[in-house]
C-alpha cells in the first residue's frame, strides 16, 4: 500500500527521476522512469513480452501518463550475478560498471527501428576498477527504509 502523499498522477516526461509509473487501464505502461542526460526514459516493467524490459523517451508522441511513486531506490541482489564472459546481460539485467548502474534493454524508437543498448539507469556512483563490471539478473523497486520498507516491483531475468 502507498500513503496518498507518495503518489500523483501524470506525465511520465515529467516525473522525477527514479520514479515508479503504474497503469490506470490496459493502455498505459507499468514502467520505471529515469533520466540519461536531459532525457527521460521508460522502462517497460510489465506487459506483453515482445516489449518486456524495452525502453522508450517519455516526450511527445511517447509521452506516458499514469500514477507516479517518486522517491523510489533500487535493489539489486548480490546473488543474482549473471556471468558476462562472451555475452550481454539479458534483457532487463542491471549491469554496474565505471560509475553507472546502466539497464540492458532494447530502444523503442519512431524513426528508427529498435536496437540494443546498455543505458544509465543511476550515475555518479563509487567508480568500479578499470573495465571491471557485473551485471544482477534479479533486482526490485521499493520506497521507504526500515520497518516502512515496502517492496513496489520485483524483476527477475536471470536465465
Not at 16 to 31: C, G, I, T
Not at 121 to 130: D, E, F, K, Q, T
Not at 133 to 149: P, S
Request: with cysteine.
Amino acid at each position: 500500500m502507498l500513503r496518498p502523499t507518495e503518489v500523483y498522477v501524470g506525465l511520465a516526461g515529467h516525473a522525477e527521476p527514479l520514479s515508479l509509473m503504474y497503469p490506470r487501464n490496459d493502455h498505459e505502461q507499468m514502467a520505471l522512469i529515469f533520466a540519461d542526460g536531459d532525457r527521460k526514459l521508460g522502462l517497460i516493467l510489465r506487459g506483453e513480452e515482445r516489449i518486456l524490459y524495452h525502453t522508450a523517451i517519455c516526450q511527445n508522441e511517447n509521452e506516458w501518463s499514469g500514477v507516479l511513486v517518486s522517491g523510489i531506490e533500487i535493489e539489486i541482489d548480490p546473488h543474482s550475478q549473471v556471468d558476462l564472459s562472451g555475452v550481454r546481460a539479458p534483457q532487463g539485467g542491471l549491469v554496474r560498471h565505471g560509475e553507472f548502474l546502466s539497464v540492458q534493454t532494447t530502444m523503442l524508437g519512431s524513426r528508427s527501428p529498435p536496437f540494443a543498448a546498455i543505458i544509465p539507469v543511476i550515475s555518479n556512483l563509487s567508480s568500479c576498477y578499470g573495465t571491471e563490471r557485473a551485471c544482477f539478473g534479479e533486482w526490485q523497486i521499493v520506497i521507504g527504509t526500515g520497518l516502512e520498507k515496502r517492496i513496489l516491483h520485483t524483476v527477475d531475468v536471470r536465465p
